[in-house]
């Protein structure tokens, strides 16, 4: 039935779920930072297979360096956006 679904922009084809091995690299890594106590708060935004976003987080999050943080990635994604568009 999912072959039926039609996106407002034209065909929108359902992925397969295929792991993304520099998400799991990267997971992987922040985990054993996590383990030894590097890392003791987070916050992330998540892409799924569908296109649906997500965030989470979780531990030490309450402050200014947080925010900023938060920032320098917000503008590095717009950067990323717009050098896409065409």
């Known amino acids: 039935m999912s072959e039926k679904v039609v996106s407002l922009r034209g065909a929108h084809p359902i992925q397969s779920a295929q792991p993304n091995m520099t998400v799991v690299e990267e997971l992987e890594r922040l985990l054993e930072a996590a383990k030894a106590g590097e890392i003791v708060g987070l916050a992330g935004?998540?892409?799924?297979?569908?296109?649906?976003?997500?965030?989470?987080?979780?531990?030490?999050?309450?402050?200014?360096g947080m925010l900023g943080g938060l920032e320098c990635v917000k503008e590095r994604l717009l950067r990323i956006a717009l050098s896409q568009e065409s």
């Not at 935004?45 to 200014?64: E, N, Q």
């Open 45 to 64: 935004t998540y892409v799924h297979k569908d296109k649906v976003v997500t965030y989470s987080y979780a531990g030490a999050v309450a402050s200014y």
